[in-house]
């Protein structure tokens, strides 16, 4: 009796395991194969962590090249801005008061606009290098000189253009003020027209007076 007791308890007792052993060399597998999942996490995440590493200091060099490229842009457009504001101030201090005040509306819409595009175009052909010496020389010639003013190139030590205003007395018309400008390109031979202010039949005021 006691036998078959025995065999009977050693027969639940497979039944109750079984399926709860795991063999040794299954478990040294499946921890294999999760260090080698781990592994090649780890390479994924360490390439990443290099091309951000890599693509970091190519993004700050393009945003450094971006800021200096706008500085230079700015420093040109204002020295542009800042030149063709005193041309203007130069031409009206040479018409002078007593001219200005009866052509200012014509002026401020036919001849300043036609002055301030040609030095503008005469600066943005210059290189950016070169804008910084360009400057307006303050020689007006008062009297009836035609003489408005000079864009100088300073580095240069030449003029780049001469801009005149002469006083044409046409029979039957009158004084008309006739706006133009030189080049040295031609060597100042030539007259590239602006436009013209018509004034009176009454011989005008002298310059700057």
């Known amino acids: 009796m006691k036998l078959w007791m025995r065999k009977v308890s050693v027969i639940l007792i497979t039944i109750v395991t079984l399926g709860m052993y795991n063999p040794v060399h299954l478990l040294d597998t499946e921890a294999a194969e999760k260090h080698k999942v781990d592994s090649s996490n780890e390479g994924v995440n360490e390439d990443r962590l290099t091309t951000n590493e890599e693509d970091k200091p190519e993004e700050d060099i393009e945003i450094t090249l971006h800021d200096e490229s706008s500085n230079e842009n700015n420093e040109s457009d204002y020295f542009i801005s ?14 002078g008061p007593k001219i200005y005040d009866k052509v200012e509306d ?65 029979p039957g018309e009158g004084y008309w003020f006739n706006f133009h400008y030189h080049l040295s390109q031609d060597n100042f031979e030539q007259h590239h027209p602006i436009g013209e202010i018509y004034w009176d039949k009454n011989t005008p005021p002298k310059w700057m007076a």
């Open 106 to 170: 014509e002026f401020t819409t036919q001849i300043l606009p036609g002055i301030e595009q040609v030095v503008e175009e005469l600066l943005v052909e210059a290189s950016k290098e070169e804008v910084p010496y360009y400057e307006i020389t303050e020689l007006a010639s008062p009297g009836y000189g035609e003489k408005i003013f000079n864009l100088y190139d300073h580095k240069a030590k030449q003029d780049v253009a001469k801009f005149h205003v002469r006083r044409d007395n046409r």
């Open 82 to 95: 800042a030149i063709t504001e005193q041309a203007k101030e130069q031409t009206v201090t040479k018409l």
